[in-house]
């Protein structure tokens, strides 16, 4: 008697993949977004260290003085009168303040003009501008030039657009003249 075997109902062996996987490598889109994020946190530190600090001017403070009520004896009165314009004989004069007109902070940057930044185009311009007491640019010219026409009239049209902190000179705002420079760099 044969028997026979039925291949249909077997259970085929399992088999255990021994391949391994390659290791997936880092999104070349991750590397260079994370290289751009240094760059510009970089870029960012170096731009504020280099910065102008600027030195806070201390002023002396003044003199307190009361005033007497008004129900106080007229010898008391008098007393304090009479202190108070000894007080202001004593307290020391404010120093005549003296400084040449700058940009204000809050200007804005000019505009890079495209056709230079494409072409990686780079320079310094320096302006002259005359500045009346109130601040405003009066008159706006190019002292050195960058060498090329476009980064120059940008300048200019920077410069005529900004407000400045006018010149002081024993304590009273003046009218002057200040050279500016205003840099581009291609990034």
Not at 9 to 23: G, N
Not at 95 to 103: C, F, G, H, K, Y
């Amino acid at each position: 008697m044969s028997t026979s075997i039925n291949n249909e109902y077997r259970t085929t062996d399992t088999v255990e993949d021994t391949t391994i996987e390659p290791r997936r490598s880092t999104s070349s889109v991750l590397l260079m977004l994370l290289a751009f994020a240094v760059t510009a946190g970089g870029l960012i530190w170096w731009s504020q260290s280099r910065g102008p600090v600027e030195t806070p001017v201390a002023t002396l403070p003044g003199t307190v003085i009361e005033e007497p009520a008004a129900t106080t004896p007229a010898k008391d009165r008098a007393t304090a009168s009479a202190n108070r314009e000894r007080a202001e004989r004593a307290a020391p004069r404010q120093a005549a303040v003296s400084r040449d007109a700058r940009p204000l902070a809050s200007n804005a940057e000019p505009k890079y003009p495209a056709s230079m930044l494409r072409a990686g185009v780079g320079g310094t311009v320096v302006v002259l501008a005359e500045v009346d007491a109130q601040g405003n640019p009066v008159n706006v010219s190019v002292v050195e030039r960058s060498g090329e026409r476009d980064l120059d009239r940008a300048a200019l049209s920077a410069v005529k657009q900004w407000r400045f902190e006018p010149a002081m000179r024993n304590g009273k705002a003046i009218a002057t003249s200040v050279k500016v420079p205003v840099d581009f760099k291609p990034i």
